[in-house]
């Protein structure tokens, strides 16, 4: 998707879908494991979020491959988005 195609698709979702797509969208990260994200995986000080597990068939596991646990970047548009005082 183009980036005013997301930022349509953004503008229409309530807050806390919207959340959840920028974060696969601006990381680049599986449904699953996005899903599998706990608050302690986001360093919002060294602008990173930690996949460490997934969520597969409602349960959480391990992430599909051993080099599937990675650190993504987080852009200042995310962060804005999911900063603590919004929760």
């Given at each position: 998707m183009t980036?005013?195609?997301?930022?349509?698709?953004?503008?229409?979702?309530?807050?806390?879908?919207?959340?959840?797509?920028?974060?696969?969208?601006?990381?680049?990260?599986?449904?699953?494991?996005a899903l599998g994200l706990k608050w302690a995986d986001v360093n919002f000080a060294d602008r990173e979020i930690h996949v460490r597990r997934a969520i597969y068939r409602g349960k959480e596991t391990t992430p599909k491959t051993a080099n599937s646990k990675r650190s993504r970047p987080m852009v200042e548009k995310l962060i804005e988005h999911c900063s603590i005082t919004e929760r």
């Open positions: 980036e005013t195609q997301l930022n349509a698709l953004f503008g229409l979702l309530p807050i806390h879908y919207k959340r959840f797509f920028m974060t696969l969208a601006m990381t680049g990260i599986r449904t699953g494991e």
